[in-house]
């Protein structure tokens, strides 16, 4: 199984703070619940929502001290009527 973006970026904070970061912790600090985060990290989920995304990105950004960009977490994002993307597929 490809490793998704959103482990991607948990492994590198935990390489940065020295400890295992567990779901728990960082679905908490993002107000996600952590079954929806796994999800996510597993690349089960079809789509994200733009406030997942945008909590992902402040997230790490802030953590990993460096700006997290949008495709270190999904792939492409679809165009949607309301300007944002509706749905966002996930990095495999």
């Given at each position: 199984m490809?490793?998704?973006?959103?482990?991607?970026?948990?492994?590198?904070?935990?390489?940065?703070?020295?400890?295992?970061?567990?779901?728990?912790?960082?679905?908490?600090a993002?107000?996600?619940?952590r079954?929806?985060?796994?999800?996510?990290?597993?690349?089960?989920?079809?789509?994200?929502r733009?406030?997942?995304?945008?909590?992902?990105?402040?997230?790490?950004?802030?953590?990993?001290?460096?700006?997290?960009?949008?495709?270190e977490?999904?792939?492409y994002?679809l165009?949607?009527k309301?300007?944002?993307?509706?749905?966002?597929?996930?990095?495999?």
């Amino acid at each position: 199984m490809d490793t998704s973006g959103v482990r991607k970026l948990r492994f590198a904070l935990e390489q940065k703070i020295g400890r295992r970061l567990s779901l728990r912790e960082v679905a908490e600090a993002i107000g996600m619940d952590r079954s929806r985060l796994n999800k996510l990290e597993l690349n089960l989920a079809k789509e994200i929502r733009a406030e997942e995304l945008i909590g992902l990105r402040s997230y790490f950004s802030a953590q990993l001290e460096r700006p997290v960009i949008d495709e270190e977490i999904v792939k492409y994002a679809l165009n949607s009527k309301r300007g944002f993307g509706q749905a966002l597929a996930l990095c495999p």
